[in-house]
């Protein structure tokens, strides 16, 4: 594999499909990746609560593997007038 970075830090404010099935109703939390799967805002495919702040740390895991983050063609935000929904994903180590 690939040598990089062991860690990467998603701040999630609504649905984040990894590439490769993880799924849940909680908001945050740390997840060790062992096999392909979804991460998704809590109560998908409804709507999230207003003001609903995930923190995700997403680790793969051996350190020289990486974690690939693919998003949905269908991925959108709840509503296009909201200006403070966002999806942030950030290097663990280069923040």
């Known amino acids: 594999m690939e040598r990089g970075l062991p860690l990467l830090c ?15 109703d909680k908001c945050g939390g740390t997840i060790k990746i ?3 799967g979804y991460l998704t805002s809590p109560g998908y495919p409804h ?3 207003p003001s609903e ?4 740390l997403i ?3 051996e350190p020289y593997q990486r974690i690939m983050i693919n998003f949905n063609p269908h991925f959108d935000l709840e509503d296009r ?6 999806v942030e994903v950030i290097d663990g180590e280069n923040e």
């Open 53 to 56: 702040k995930c923190e995700w």
């Open 34 to 36: 062992e096999n392909p």
């Open 81 to 86: 007038d909201c200006k403070y929904d966002y």
């Open 10 to 24: 998603a701040t999630l404010a609504l649905a984040l499909a990894l590439a490769g099935a993880f799924r849940s």
């Open 47 to 49: 709507s999230y609560h």
């Open 59 to 61: 680790q793969a895991p």
